[in-house]
């Protein structure tokens, strides 16, 4: 059965209501104080660091990201703590929110389909973050300006750049599972939770867990562990099933982006790094293609979370 | 279909699983034409509505609305018609003016256009000096109103509208009325469901009963009440002039004649009688102070229908058991 007209209708006068909304809410301006102040303070105590130990680095500029001091953690952690926050922040009531205000039958009697609502939302959602971090990005590198004093090279621009575009994927991804989660969920405390629940168990117990059932699947090989070493069979499946993560994805672009020197993500055999002069960095190019099949990885998980809410929402009933 | 004809359901049904919502309805809405689905909370009024708007999948039956089926051309259907949902709700935090505007783009109209048909349907509806106030800040009944304001907005051929009094005081239930049927003059065809009787029978043109899930009883309410409840005229006359009462009842059609009163009585009749009446009074040279029919309730009528129901079904029971 062909559906008449397109389905996004009214796609862009969604996302446009959506952004102001969100910009002017005062949850969003909550959730974007608390980044900035965290922002400004860890890149002045990475500042007061670079400034003490790193004399001659041709990535001074992009140690701003990664450089952390007691009791301080660095900023990319920060970052991978709070986009998801805000990600969950922004959309956790965006379908049940209108359920719940009613407003949801009315607006779908408007000659448009529930496709354009769902992807107006979204793209709303994810502008706003991608403005929130593009504002972020811009204060980071200003500060990081005032306070050392060195422009920073084309090449650390490009990479802090790739690092702001996967920081908005995976932004995305979050979004796209607070997006499902408040169309599962009528009650929109439910969702919340739900989701932060679900990010916790992603970012906290996941990666132990992994290990843990790695080692359970695939017993550690006791001659290998007579040389010190892992077993291969083990280390693998712990990689894979971490993977399974995208704050472990997220974090493994992170340092292939943000430092340069890494050959690879995960174990390598000797044979493999013959001829390598270690310690060299790499150029941007290589880097991102080390990363490329986590980069891929997030941008998948955004696509089928959405779908998966997609759907759900097509065959939701709409009274109340 | 007709020109005149708007809306047309054939065999209309809806189930949920094994649940029957909607079971087998069928019902015409003609242009101009004020329609009130009637009946209780439950009854299938919102899902029938919801099929009309192409909202929820139609299990069985066809609709036409405005020549269009609503599960494949929802788009056009939605275009022409306006929705006030049950318990309408706005974006509180917007005011009732940026309401209609992000209506009103959705909907797709330029700039001027929206602005000149946001003002004229919220001067209609009374709103004007309240078109920059939050919605937040509105009353129920006004909330209704904007509703309404978002309809006239869209220039709709069609209003529908669930439950557009329920929960209001008197005072906004009549303006709301009042709003209702001016939709009517301006050819603008309404279709409103309640579960109010008194309210809505001074609006309908014609009602369709529910109850549970299909249409009991449809037509003017007039006509329902003559079917239900029999006999269905009742004058009242107030006058004076010995041997009235006698001479009233010869009048063919009467059925009976009371006294309720000094100088008042109430005939029962299968028709108006009220010309006969009138000339038997004159014919005395009575003094004819008050001549009234009463317009069958539909309260009476519906409970008086649904207690035969109800009772039938009990007789019925009795005997399966026996």
New interface residues.
């Given amino acids: 059965m062909q559906r008449e007209g397109s389905a996004f209708n009214g796609l862009g006068v969604v996302m446009l209501k959506e952004l102001a909304d969100h910009l002017t809410s005062i949850r969003f301006i909550i959730l974007e104080l608390i980044v900035m102040l965290i922002a400004v303070g860890t890149v002045y105590v990475a500042s007061q660091q670079i400034k003490d130990t790193v004399a001659e680095d041709p990535f001074l500029f992009l140690k701003f990201f990664t450089t952390s001091q007691e009791p301080l953690p660095s900023f990319i952690f920060w970052l991978s703590l709070l986009v998801p926050v805000m990600s969950i922040g922004l959309a956790f009531d965006s379908v049940n929110g209108e359920y719940n205000r009613r407003t949801l039958s009315r607006i779908l009697s408007q000659p448009i389909y529930r496709d354009a609502l769902l992807f107006g939302k979204f793209l709303g959602a994810l502008m706003t973050l991608a403005i929130a971090l593009v504002v972020l990005w811009l204060l980071v590198m200003g500060l990081g300006l005032l306070f050392i004093g060195i422009p920073p090279g084309g090449e650390e621009v490009a990479r802090a750049f790739v690092f702001l575009l996967v920081t908005i994927v995976y932004a995305g991804v979050w979004l796209a599972l607070a997006l499902l989660f408040s169309i599962v969920f009528r009650s929109a405390a439910t969702a919340a939770l739900a989701t932060l629940g679900l990010w916790l168990f992603f970012y906290v117990i996941w990666p132990v867990l992994a290990g843990e059932l790695s080692q359970i699947i695939v017993p550690p090989d006791p001659r290998y562990a007579a040389l010190g070493l892992q077993t291969p069979g083990t280390v693998v499946l712990e990689q894979f099933l971490a993977r399974l993560s995208p704050s472990t994805l997220f974090g493994e672009i992170v340092v292939a982006l943000l430092d340069p020197t890494t050959r690879a993500l995960g174990p390598i055999y000797l044979s493999q790094l013959q001829g390598a002069v270690l310690g060299a960095p790499l150029p941007l190019g290589a880097s991102v293609l080390i990363a490329w099949p986590q980069i891929v990885g997030l941008v998948a998980a955004t696509i089928i979370l959405f779908v998966i809410g997609y759907v759900a929402f097509q065959r939701q009933e709409v009274r109340a | 279909m007709s020109p005149d004809v708007v809306i047309e359901a054939k065999g209309l049904t809806k189930k949920y699983g094994q649940a029957v919502a909607v079971d087998d309805i069928s019902f015409t809405v003609g242009r101009g034409e004020i329609f009130g689905l009637l009946g209780p909370n439950g009854a299938g009024k919102?899902?029938t509505i919801?099929m009309l708007?192409g909202?929820?999948d139609i299990s069985g039956g066809g609709i036409s609305v405005l020549g269009f089926n609503p599960a494949?051309?929802?788009?056009?259907v939605?275009?022409r018609?306006?929705?006030?949902?049950d318990?309408?709700?706005?974006?509180?935090?917007l005011t009732a003016a940026d309401n209609l505007r992000?209506?009103a783009?959705?909907?797709?109209f330029r700039f001027n256009e929206r602005e000149k048909r946001i003002a004229e349907a919220l001067d209609r509806v009374g709103l004007s000096e309240f078109a920059d106030h939050r919605v937040g800040t509105f009353s129920r009944g006004m909330r209704q109103r904007l509703?309404l304001a978002?309809i006239l907005m869209k220039g709709a051929q069609i209003a529908i509208l669930d439950e557009p009094t329920s929960g209001l005081d008197p005072h906004a239930t009549t303006e709301l009325l009042a709003i209702i049927r001016r939709f009517k003059t301006e050819g603008v065809s309404v279709l409103l469901s309640s579960h109010l009787l008194e309210r809505v029978q001074s609006v309908c043109d014609r009602v369709a009963l529910f109850n549970a899930g299909r249409i009991a009883l449809m037509g003017s309410v007039s006509e329902l009440g003559r079917q239900v409840l029999g006999a269905g005229y009742v004058v009242d006359i107030e006058a004076d002039g010995a041997g009235l009462a006698e001479r009233l009842a010869l009048i063919p059609g009467v059925s009976g004649v009371e006294q309720t009163g000094i100088g008042k009585l109430r005939l029962h009749a299968d028709r108006d009688v009220r010309p006969e009446a009138a000339t038997e009074v004159v014919a005395m040279h009575g003094r004819l102070k008050y001549l009234g029919v009463e317009e069958p309730s539909l309260e009476a009528i519906y409970t008086h229908y649904f207690e035969n129901k109800s009772g039938e079904a009990a007789k019925q029971g009795a005997r399966y058991a026996a």
């Avoid at chain 2, 494949?72 to 056009?76: A, F």
């Avoid at chain 2, 318990?87 to 935090?93: E, M, N, R």
């Avoid at chain 2, 783009?105 to 797709?108: A, C």
Wanted: hydrophobic share 30%; no cysteine; aromatic share 12%.
């Fill in positions: 919102t899902t919801l708007l909202l929820t494949r051309e929802p788009l056009s939605k275009r018609v306006g929705y006030l949902p318990t309408v709700g706005f974006y509180d935090q992000y209506t783009r959705l909907i797709g509703g978002e």
